[in-house]
């Protein structure tokens, strides 16, 4: 069991390779991951229980003792992508389906990989992750709510079927999840350790399917979409770190923000999309998903450099 945890835990870190590799595949060879799609809601379902899993009520005792700190970032999350989003998608007078993906993928919830980021880059783990869940739990309301105050010029949208979607993929499986770590604690807690193995596994395989079926929509517009998500990602970043200054929060609270903010659930923007929409409007969440891992490992190897220098402040800048 120790050796399957070392390997979940290796490939959890190595996450964005494996993305990579996965979307590369599925680039050279689209038929590959085909069978993949019909199943996209069922491998996010799984990672969201295995994210309810995780959880335990001591992971929500910051909620009592900062919740300024809680709300900030919640908020901070469900204005500033979804924001940023619309006005990238309007400056760049995107294509409706390219839009909606991109405004998708901003109206999401925080990622769980933002919980590892934090602790690589030395920030506040224990907000993070209150900061995730809470924001998850919220999203089967403000994701519908914020995708369709935002996309609806775009393409007709049903906010009322991407609640109920929502609420299937992500909210009844963390309450399961959660559920089941209450009453099964010890199980729950030596099964954790495969947790990271079988979330990198889902959402690879998401990425995979989402590439093949898209792929010559890819190379029309692949470079458009980088370029759009590599924006979306750093204001992500830049705007989520300011917004917990201005607020007065530690340093290491600026730190949690900013990766909060920054990085998505980009594999539940994956799944309504294929549900909703074309293949296209899942290509900004499935390049989300590779290049936030990537990116979010530069940020906190700077910022872990940085600590390592010297202590860490709130006076401190970034």
Request: net charge positive; glycine share 10%; proline share 6%.
């Given at each position: 069991?120790?050796?399957?945890?070392?390997?979940?835990?290796?490939?959890?870190?190595?996450?964005?390779?494996?993305?990579?590799?996965?979307?590369?595949?599925?680039?050279?060879?689209?038929?590959?991951?085909?069978?993949?799609?019909?199943?996209?809601?069922?491998?996010l379902g799984v990672v969201m229980f295995?994210?309810?899993?995780?959880?335990?009520?001591?992971?929500?005792?910051?909620?009592?003792?900062?919740?300024?700190?809680?709300?900030?970032?919640?908020?901070?999350?469900?204005?500033?992508?979804?924001?940023?989003?619309?006005?990238?998608?309007?400056?760049?007078?995107?294509?409706?389906?390219?839009?909606?993906?991109?405004?998708?993928?901003?109206?999401?919830?925080?990622?769980?990989?933002?919980?590892?980021?934090?602790?690589?880059?030395?920030?506040?783990?224990?907000?993070?992750?209150?900061?995730?869940?809470?924001?998850?739990?919220?999203?089967?309301?403000?994701?519908?709510?914020?995708?369709?105050?935002?996309?609806?010029?775009?393409?007709?949208?049903?906010?009322?079927?991407?609640?109920?979607?929502?609420?299937?993929?992500?909210?009844?499986?963390?309450?399961?999840?959660?559920?089941?770590?209450l009453l099964f604690r010890k199980q729950?807690?030596?099964?954790?350790?495969?947790?990271?193995?079988?979330?990198?596994?889902?959402?690879?395989?998401?990425?995979?399917?989402?590439?093949?079926?898209?792929?010559?929509?890819?190379?029309?517009?692949?470079?458009?979409?980088?370029?759009?998500?590599?924006?979306?990602?750093?204001?992500?970043?830049?705007?989520?770190?300011?917004?917990?200054?201005?607020?007065?929060?530690?340093?290491?609270?600026?730190?949690?923000?900013?990766?909060?903010?920054?990085?998505?659930?980009?594999?539940?923007?994956?799944?309504?999309?294929?549900?909703?929409?074309?293949?296209?409007?899942a290509v900004p969440s499935a390049v989300?998903?590779?290049?936030?891992?990537?990116?979010?490992?530069?940020?906190?190897?700077?910022?872990?450099?940085?600590?390592?220098?010297?202590?860490?402040?709130?006076?401190?800048?970034?």
């Amino acid at each position: 069991m120790e050796s399957l945890s070392r390997f979940s835990r290796f490939v959890g870190q190595t996450f964005a390779l494996w993305a990579a590799l996965f979307a590369g595949i599925a680039f050279a060879a689209p038929e590959t991951f085909k069978w993949v799609l019909p199943h996209i809601p069922l491998l996010l379902g799984v990672v969201m229980f295995g994210m309810g899993l995780t959880l335990s009520p001591a992971d929500f005792k910051i909620l009592g003792r900062h919740p300024k700190a809680v709300l900030v970032g919640v908020a901070a999350q469900f204005v500033i992508m979804p924001l940023t989003a619309y006005a990238l998608a309007a400056g760049f007078n995107l294509p409706p389906e390219i839009a909606v993906g991109v405004i998708l993928v901003g109206a999401c919830p925080g990622g769980t990989a933002s919980n590892v980021i934090t602790y690589l880059a030395r920030g506040d783990v224990a907000l993070s992750v209150a900061v995730t869940s809470v924001s998850t739990l919220l999203a089967p309301v403000l994701t519908p709510a914020v995708f369709y105050l935002l996309a609806n010029q775009w393409l007709d949208i049903s906010a009322g079927a991407m609640f109920g979607s929502i609420a299937q993929m992500v909210l009844l499986p963390v309450v399961a999840g959660v559920a089941a770590h209450l009453l099964f604690r010890k199980q729950a807690e030596a099964a954790a350790g495969a947790l990271p193995l079988v979330s990198v596994a889902a959402i690879v395989l998401i990425i995979g399917a989402v590439v093949g079926a898209a792929k010559p929509k890819i190379l029309e517009s692949g470079l458009l979409i980088l370029g759009v998500v590599v924006l979306h990602n750093g204001i992500g970043y830049l705007l989520g770190f300011l917004a917990a200054r201005l607020c007065r929060l530690p340093f290491s609270a600026q730190k949690t923000l900013a990766i909060e903010v920054g990085m998505q659930n980009s594999g539940l923007g994956a799944a309504l999309a294929s549900a909703y929409f074309t293949p296209l409007a899942a290509v900004p969440s499935a390049v989300f998903s590779v290049w936030h891992n990537i990116s979010g490992s530069l940020l906190a190897s700077y910022w872990a450099a940085k600590a390592g220098k010297k202590q860490e402040s709130p006076d401190d800048s970034a």
